[in-house]
């Protein structure tokens, strides 16, 4: 039961510990100075009386450096009152719906029934990954991690305006300078910190945020009904779930900060991973520093004398604990170290004791490949899941449960847990990916500030089909407008499914694509001009600076007489009509495109090339044996579809290129698509671009154009010599780290697709593309599955009935 509506009875007592003691008597927050979201929290056991402030930040970091541990260790390194408290924390809950929801919410208004229908599976499939693992080979169920980040500062029984204010600015301070590392923490106040703590109390509970100002805080965290079970070896919650607590009794000798992204799981998403919730708090105490310096001293001298003595051969860990003090004396005389106290605890919860059980068996071997001696703890279980609460924990956790150690700032800054996976472009969610440690990503072209463009690099048989087909169906549903030229029919069965419009260019096409007929602004759709015909007149060798300017000089001449009505004729014409044989041998060398040439009927007339449906595939397959003509098709096709997203006003626009890139890749062709990139800036439309290997675009000197003008990369698949080459050529630029990050990414067919979507050097994340049965059938391409949809299209049955009813008919899946 979650916890109760204002003015319900606190939670009832405890199975454990006193019989009169009830669960909200074990928290410490009473109330909130609603104004500096400043929390009163006093312990009945202790006496301890604080005041306190409460920050979350999601997403969670997703990488650091040794500027980032700097300034967490200038955050961090502060003088701060003696018996201050900061927690640091990574809470992986359920509480997923809010990114899922944002996904299905732009596509409410759907009156595509199959895209309608898609839409609500994919919601349904990703949800379920609460409960079931959407990629089996992992076992991580879906999450998301919020970092927890809490200060208590000791104060008066009765503290005044003063020492709230006091507090307050302590509190921002330090939110400042954790802000100035990454972190982007957010202050609660009551409604934010109850939500919080129910969440952590209630794993499996619907949020609830209410809040009763008439009552103490820590009176509504747990309601009617709730109990907390402390047994040997875990605890139980509400008789619906367990927790199993970890802590750890050694720390790495060396370690870095990036090792704390891999305690929360291996980030390659594969093997070792925390497959259940959980939540990971290190907390530091900060003591009255003369005193603790005072104690480190003796404690170096008393430690140095064992060592140079006959007690460490009886004893050899003391050689273990003299590196230590050695290492924390030169923090102190050397740098003026402070000291905290720290620990480090995981509980972990599961709805299943045996899936527990294995989890944590699991965790130990992990975690000591990492450096960590972590052990599950027993008998302690309550008190120590106290003091891992934000806000929670007091002096008597040091002193009673024997898990906090001695160290400097400057150390335990690198045991800060505070990373989590990648989570997406922003809050557009034209789609939705999942991480490698099972975080809802969203993804959308639109989520940038620069351009809407991306560049897609994807192997053959790296799930490129699946990848396009769903960004395409994502977009349609939104009710965007897309254009896909094709070289393949790779999007005939999706094209038709939707009812969109397939055209496909042969020689049997009755077809003109007149380049001028749709021209609005002569000027600023010269470039676009001037590359079609400069590819009609020279396909290969191109035409030099000085004809180009010339051929320039005859659109415009043209144009001033015949306006739209012109054609590649009268071009020619004016060309042919000047003294200069330079000039004259442009006109000579445009004939196969002229009236009486073997292209002729392509360009010759009105442009009658109409798009009547949402999503159009313009397929040019048939081309394929005349290159040069392929390639001025494809340019015309790019100028109408620019005219296009003009005509399109308030939706988005998407124009994809696939199996294009031989076409893209000479100087005439870059200089026209930089153009194209341009106008379709200005109209708001995105323009996508897909090749098959990395190596394609960031060794060719022709594809500048199209990789500095997309603001995002999307790289399936690769071979590990076309990433190298691609790195080589100072192009592709990315960190050292994301390089071997790019290398690991990979397909497993018929479960999942890795794609990293990369906006920078350093704004990055490998999402994986898993989808549900019902759009596996509807994209695929190859065999039974293409076919049976394909003909029941073709016989007018019912798309959605016709993909159910395949699957119906098929083997069930073990």
Wanted: aromatic residues 8%; charged residues 25%.
């Amino acid at each position: 039961m979650s916890p109760g509506k204002p003015g319900a009875a606190p939670g009832v007592q405890e199975r454990s510990g006193s019989p009169n003691r009830t669960p909200w008597q074990r928290l410490t927050v009473r109330g909130c100075d609603t104004g500096y979201k400043v929390f009163f929290c006093a312990d009945e056991d202790t006496g301890e009386k604080y005041l306190g402030a409460c920050f979350t930040s999601a997403p969670a970091m997703i990488g650091g450096d040794e500027g980032t541990v700097d300034r967490f260790r200038a955050a961090l390194g502060i003088a701060m009152p003696p018996g201050t408290f900061i927690q640091v924390g990574v809470f992986a809950s359920p509480d997923v719906e809010e990114p899922i929801d944002i996904y299905a919410a732009n596509k409410a208004a759907c009156d595509n029934e199959l895209l309608a229908t898609m839409t609500a599976k994919r919601r349904a499939f990703i949800l379920d990954g609460k409960d079931r693992p959407l990629v089996a080979r992992s076992g991580v169920l879906l999450n998301s991690k919020t970092i927890i980040v809490t200060i208590k500062i000791p104060c008066s029984d009765i503290p005044d305006d003063g020492q709230v204010k006091e507090a307050h600015e302590a509190a921002e301070r330090m939110s400042e300078g954790l802000k100035s590392a990454g972190l982007l923490l957010e202050p609660l106040g009551p409604h934010g910190y109850l939500k919080l703590l129910r969440r952590i109390t209630h794993v499996y509970d619907a949020n609830e945020d209410w809040y009763d100002d008439m009552r103490p805080i820590r009176e509504q965290v747990y309601g009617p009904g709730d109990v907390v079970i402390e047994e040997t070896r875990r605890l139980g919650f509400h008789d619906r779930y367990f927790a199993k607590l970890m802590s750890v009794k050694w720390y790495p000798k060396r370690t870095s900060l990036g090792v704390m992204s891999h305690l929360i799981g291996d980030p390659n998403g594969l093997s070792n991973q925390i497959t259940e919730p959980f939540l990971l708090m290190l907390t530091l105490h900060y003591p009255d520093q003369v005193k603790k310096i005072g104690e480190v001293r003796r404690r170096f001298t008393m430690i140095n004398h064992q060592a140079y003595g006959p007690m460490v051969r009886l004893i050899p860990l003391i050689s273990y604990k003299k590196a230590g003090f050695d290492t924390l004396m030169h923090e102190i005389e050397g740098a003026g170290a402070v000291l905290v106290e720290m620990n480090l605890t995981l509980a972990v919860f599961s709805r299943d004791a045996e899936r527990l059980d294995k989890q944590v068996a699991g965790l130990s071997a992990y975690q000591a490949s990492l450096g960590f001696d972590m052990r599950e703890d027993k008998r302690i279980l309550r008190p120590l899941w106290d003091a891992i609460l934000p806000l929670n924990t007091s002096g008597k956790a040091i002193t009673n449960l024997f898990r906090f150690q001695t160290m400097a700032v400057s150390h335990a800054v690198q045991f800060l847990p505070i990373f989590g996976d990648w989570t997406g472009t922003g809050r557009g969610g034209a789609s939705v990916f999942v991480s490698r440690r099972g975080e809802p990503v969203l993804f959308d072209l639109y989520d940038s500030p620069t351009n809407f463009n991306a560049v897609i690099m994807a192997e053959a048989g790296s799930g490129k089909s699946y990848a396009m087909q769903m960004l395409i169906a994502d977009y349609l549903a939104q009710g965007a407008k897309c254009w896909t030229i094709d070289v393949g029919r790779s999007y005939l069965k999706l094209n038709k499914a939707v009812g969109g419009e397939f055209i496909e260019f042969s020689e049997s096409s009755r077809i003109c694509l007149n380049p001028f007929t749709h021209v609005l602004d002569i000027d600023d759709e010269m470039d676009l001009l001037k590359a079609t015909l400069a590819k009609m007149a020279a396909p290969e060798g191109g035409l030099d600076d000085y004809r180009l300017a010339i051929l320039e000089e005859a659109i415009k001449s043209v144009w001033n007489h015949y306006g739209n009505t012109m054609t590649v004729t009268e071009v020619a014409d004016w060309c042919t009509s000047q003294a200069d044989d330079r000039i004259r041998d442009i006109g000579r060398q445009l004939f196969p495109f002229m009236r009486l040439g073997s292209y002729g009927h392509w360009f010759d007339g009105a442009n009658n090339l109409e798009f009547d449906r949402d999503f159009v595939v313009l397929e040019l397959e048939e081309l394929k044996s005349k290159r040069t003509l392929q390639q001025v098709v494809l340019l015309q096709l790019v100028a109408k579809i620019n005219h296009e997203m003009y005509l399109t006003r308030g939706r988005k626009k998407i124009l994809v290129i696939d199996e294009a890139w031989d076409l893209l890749d000479d100087p005439t062709m870059a200089k026209a698509m930089e153009s194209a990139y341009r106008r379709a800036r200005k109209y708001d439309g995105a323009v996508v671009i897909v090749t098959q290997s990395i190596a394609d675009l960031f060794t060719s000197p022709n594809a500048r154009a199209i990789y500095q003008n997309s603001a995002f990369q999307l790289v399936l698949q690769q071979r590990s010599e076309a990433i190298d080459a691609a790195i080589e050529s100072k192009q592709f630029n990315i960190e050292p780290y994301g390089v071997s990050v790019l290398k690991s990414v990979h397909t497993l067919p018929g479960k999942y697709s890795e794609i990293m979507i990369k906006r920078s050097e350093n704004d990055w994340g490998v999402v994986r593309l898993v989808t549900d049965r019902f759009t596996q059938v509807l994209f695929s391409t190859k065999g039974e599955e293409r076919n049976a949809i394909l003909d029941a299209i073709n016989r007018g049955e019912n798309v959605t009935m016709s993909i159910e009813a395949f699957i119906a008919g098929q083997p069930a899946e073990n």
